[in-house]
């Protein structure tokens, strides 16, 4: 083969190439990762049974698509000893560029409060808990699990307790 013909055969491969790479950029917008915050965090009234507590979260969609949610599993770490963990698959689907508020409803970990609680009595006079929420959310659609981590600080001074 001639050093012409290569040369024209390389430009046509180029150029395919160009041409694919551009119409496959040109579909969908970037999928920007939702983010999913701690709205509030609190003891629900007892029954008899272990402590329950109810965490409010809420689900922001960035994006020009639903996100259809199959599932959500979650911790909650306080002080870096982790306190709850749950799942649930009773979530809504998000509508585009909207927001969605979810409850739920979690048994403490007897043990790491055991271990808590032994911190903050050798700590007395306290006034925040620094707090961890690691979730991981089943996304419709895409391969892997979204992860989403938020922390904070539980200020027991204040009127609404999340920071």
């Not at 009773?90 to 007897?110: G, M």
């Not at 895409?142 to 922390?151: F, H, I, S, T, V």
């Amino acid at each position: 083969m001639s050093v012409v013909r290569r040369l024209v055969l390389a430009v046509l491969i180029l150029s395919v190439g160009v041409i694919v790479a551009g119409c496959s950029s040109r579909g969908e917008p970037a999928f920007e990762q939702p983010t999913v915050s701690l709205t509030s965090f609190g003891l629900m009234p007892s029954d008899g049974r272990a402590p329950r507590f109810l965490i409010g979260l809420r689900l922001v969609n960035p994006n020009p698509t639903p996100l259809k949610v199959r599932g959500l599993s979650y911790t909650v770490e306080l002080e870096g000893h982790r306190m709850l963990t749950g799942v649930t698959s009773r979530i809504a689907e998000v509508p585009p560029y909207a927001e969605s508020e979810i409850e739920l409803q979690s048994p403490i970990d007897l043990v790491s409060s055991v271990r808590l609680f032994n911190e903050l009595v050798n700590a007395p006079g306290r006034e925040a808990l620094n707090y961890a929420l690691n979730a991981r959310l089943d996304v419709e659609g895409m391969l892997a699990p979204l992860r989403l981590l938020e922390d904070g600080e539980l200020n027991f001074m204040q009127q609404d307790a999340v920071r």
